[in-house]
């Protein structure tokens, strides 16, 4: 499959309640959103909104273009300070709302994929949030996880 992707939207937005709870920010407080929609040979299959608080965001510049250059956002984030520990997610499977079937050209009660990705620094800050919903047959999960901890 040729996977692409399409950038629907950066800019900052007042951060919805579950986002300001993870990021420790309050809710309706100003973070960038950076909404993108992935598609495999031109179908969608996932849609994901990455949240990061405005006080870290503001003062890097990559991070409102489109293309944030190679590594990604997480790379811009680390080469401004940000080195990272951890990133835990929560997975839950459920029906996509109206809103969601349509940007992912489902049928109303299809079955989705959402998953959050707290991307956690040494510091023990959330300097990202990556919401994320997919088409649920269209993608394995597959962690490992060790035992020493």
């Not at 956002?73 to 520990?85: C, M, P, S, T, V």
Request: glycine share 6%.
């Amino acid at each position: 499959m040729k996977p692409t992707v399409q950038v629907l939207s950066i800019g900052p937005v007042a951060a919805p309640a579950e986002i300001a709870e993870r990021l420790d920010v309050n809710e309706g407080d100003k973070v960038l959103a950076r909404r993108r929609l992935y598609f495999s040979d031109g179908t969608p299959t996932e849609e994901a909104t990455s949240y990061l608080p405005w006080d870290v965001a503001r003062d890097i510049p990559e991070l409102f273009e489109e293309n944030p250059g190679g590594g990604g956002i997480y790379a811009r984030l680390e080469e401004h300070g940000h080195e990272f520990a951890e990133y835990t997610e929560t997975v839950r499977a459920r029906l996509a709302t109206k809103q969601e079937a349509s940007a992912l050209s489902l049928s109303p009660g299809s079955p989705i994929i959402h998953l959050t990705r707290n991307a956690v620094t040494t510091a023990g800050r959330v300097v990202e949030v990556c919401d994320t919903i997919m088409v649920a047959d269209q993608f394995v999960l597959d962690y490992r996880i060790p035992a020493t901890d």
